[in-house]
């Protein structure tokens, strides 16, 4: 993986000696030591992570809206969600059409921009700091600003789009255009991540392999095309893999603060429901067992990475 | 290794014409970069009138600073107290608490050491919508809906990552350091704090800086948990303003400019951190 961490230099430590203390009880002890640096941190993850998990798996097998006692259902939580519940495909096209919608920007802008910002020409710097500006931004306060670009009446966006003659758009509120408004706004937030982790990855790339292919003649495309674009393979199914992770998890702020999941559902995707099916409707076994199975997704596409990065990375 | 600094040697191009698409290509990413941006500040600045003309003007006659003092009026002091509050908890906490618990997975040695690691592994996964609903359950039966302990302590307590990070950091320093300090007779709260901790500064600052990020920018756990505007961080309230129907907008594009401002300032003291952070972490979430 790219993530590389500045790798400090061992630097002589001063340490007090304290004489006449002997090293091997110490080593007896080493478990007190441990409940000592591991306690705090191991309840707070048994308290507020592990339990919670294994508790909310259990909630997803039983009818709970939180006033009445849980009525235990089985299975039945995750039938509906299969079988009976009629928003379900709707929320799962929504799902899959802004993550993969997303991706192919979502991971050829950057690299496109990274490999730019390799180049070294002059003002890279300052390119730089602007193309990771998006980091400050909450999802919360980009999306409010998308919001208003996409207004109907006083946007920017349709002042843009004037320009090749197209008439103005309701982008949030037309059924057909709310997601591929949705995913402008997620690809433009990912973008710096993404730019990140390919940058790190270029700069892994051994110089002398541009060399070898300058003097074989090769030109720019052709340098990317057979030097960069294989080296950064591993890297390519990485950002591929957490990028479409992260907007299959993620997309929640954006649509609570965007649309709310409107029009008639048109941008109603998987966490927003959940969300909405746990704390606006109060059914707390539904959206525990809806909540589950995002996550065997997620755990789908961690599997398919593995797999995946087996067979086809070029090392 | 930096990612911040380009190790490419400036090379020159032989053709004009291919640094001219570069540059063409650069200046045209910036400026979709900085489009948003460019269209809050500019909006924060216009009068109330001129905010719903089209096609839009980009340059605000007049330009209305007082828009700003309005919207700071609006927001009050207390969300960005309460923001501190919380991002200065998470930081703080979740520093101490990962960097002891990597330790103690790096180098001592106890009863289902490996086992819990696994099980510290096997939550990485899980995204945190998952948690939130029994979570969410939790906090209600221990009465701390709404109250500042109920809002930082599960965010607090999400350190599996930063555990898993640090003991693999931790792992990387050389033994030996450690075995030289505890003949001297050091017991392992020295060698943590004198000798792990130090070297570890770049790393911490980076997992800091990332840490703070997303606790300042965080949405959904706060709106689960919180009801009262008293204790509301910036984040939430500028999503609450935002659907709020009698919101002007040129108001509401001055209160997202300033609640942008601490990271924003953040971002230009440290970009390198940021950097670093999300090559480090590869931001999950």
Redesign the interface.
């Known amino acids: 993986?790219?993530?590389?961490?500045?790798?400090?230099l061992?630097?002589p430590?001063?340490?007090?000696?304290?004489?006449?203390?002997p090293?091997a009880p110490?080593?007896r002890r080493?478990?007190l030591?441990?409940?000592?640096?591991?306690g705090?941190?191991?309840l707070?993850?048994l308290?507020?992570?592990?339990?919670?998990?294994l508790?909310?798996f259990g909630?997803s097998f039983v009818d709970w809206n939180?006033l009445q006692p849980a009525r235990f259902v089985g299975i039945g939580n995750y039938v509906q969600f299969f079988v009976a519940d009629q928003l379900t495909g709707r929320v799962v096209g929504n799902s899959v059409y802004y993550a993969l919608g997303a991706l192919p920007a979502a991971v050829l802008?950057p690299l496109?921009?990274a490999v730019?910002?390799?180049?070294?020409?002059?003002?890279?710097g300052l390119?730089r700091?602007?193309?990771?500006?998006?980091?400050?931004?909450?999802?919360?306060?980009?999306?409010?600003?998308?919001?208003?670009?996409y207004a109907k009446?006083?946007?920017?966006i349709?002042?843009l789009t004037?320009l090749f003659g197209i008439p103005r758009q309701d982008w949030l509120f037309d059924e057909k255009l709310v997601i591929p408004a949705l995913i402008v706004v997620a690809v433009?937030h990912r973008?710096?991540?993404n730019i990140?982790?390919y940058?790190?990855a270029l700069?892994n790339v051994p110089?002398t392999l541009y060399e070898a292919a300058r003097i074989d003649g090769a030109g720019?495309w052709a340098q990317f095309r057979y030097v960069t674009w294989p080296m950064v393979t591993p890297t390519t199914f990485?950002v591929l893999i957490?990028t479409v992770i992260?907007l299959t998890?993620?997309g929640?702020?954006q649509v609570?603060?965007m649309t709310?999941g409107n029009p008639l559902n048109a941008s109603n995707i998987m966490?927003f429901n959940?969300?909405r099916t746990?704390?606006v409707y109060f059914q707390?076994g539904y959206?525990?067992a809806m909540?589950?199975i995002?996550?065997a997704v997620?755990?789908l596409f961690?599997a398919v990475q593995w797999w995946l990065q087996r067979r086809w990375v070029h090392y | 290794m930096t990612v911040a600094v380009p190790s490419a040697p400036r090379r020159t191009l032989h053709f004009s014409w291919a640094i001219v698409l570069v540059y063409a290509a650069l200046i045209f990413g910036a400026a979709i970069m900085l489009y948003p941006f460019v269209y809050m500040i500019s909006t924060s600045l216009k009068s109330a009138a001129q905010v719903y003309v089209f096609p839009p003007r980009w340059i605000p006659t007049p330009i209305v600073w007082a828009n700003y003092v309005t919207a700071f009026g609006r927001l009050g002091i207390r969300p960005f107290i309460n923001s501190i509050v919380f991002t200065g908890a998470i930081v703080l906490g979740q520093g101490l608490v990962t960097t002891m618990g990597g330790y103690a997975f790096a180098r001592l040695k106890f009863p289902f050491r490996n086992a819990l690691f696994v099980a510290y592994l096997g939550t990485l996964m899980v995204p945190f919508v998952v948690v939130s609903i029994p979570l969410f359950v939790i906090i209600a039966r221990l009465g701390w809906q709404d109250t500042y302990q109920g809002l930082i302590l599960p965010i607090l307590a999400n350190g599996a990552f930063g555990t898993f990070l640090f003991r693999q950091f931790f792992m990387a320093l050389p033994e030996e350091l450690a075995d030289a300090a505890t003949v001297d007779g050091a017991h392992h709260l020295d060698i943590f704090w004198r000798i792990y901790l130090p070297l570890s500064k770049p790393a911490l600052v980076a997992y800091g800086v990332i840490t703070a990020l997303g606790a300042w920018n965080m949405y959904l756990w706060p709106l689960i948990v919180l009801q009262s505007d008293e204790l509301k961080p910036v984040t939430l309230m500028i999503a609450q303003f935002s659907s709020s129907m009698n919101a002007q907008l040129n108001i509401m594009m001055a209160s997202v400019a300033i609640a942008l401002l601490p990271m924003f300032v953040l971002y230009v003291v440290g970009q390198r951190f940021f950097v670093e952070g999300i090559a480090m972490t590869g931001l999950k979430g």
């Open positions: 993986m790219a993530s590389t961490v500045a790798a400090p061992p630097e430590v001063k340490v007090t000696a304290r004489l006449g203390r090293a110490l080593r080493d478990w030591w441990a409940l000592f640096f591991l705090p941190n191991l707070l993850f308290a507020f992570t592990l339990g919670p998990m508790y909310g909630v939180m802008i496109g921009l730019l910002l390799n180049v070294g020409v002059r003002g890279t390119f700091s602007i193309y990771f500006l998006p980091l400050v931004a909450s999802v919360v306060a980009a999306s409010t600003i998308f919001k208003w670009i009446d006083f946007g920017t349709n002042q004037g433009w973008i710096p991540l990140i982790l940058l790190a700069q110089r720019a990485f957490i992260n998890v993620g929640f702020d609570s603060v709310q966490v959940i969300w746990a704390f707390m959206a525990s909540a589950y995002l996550f997620v755990l961690t």
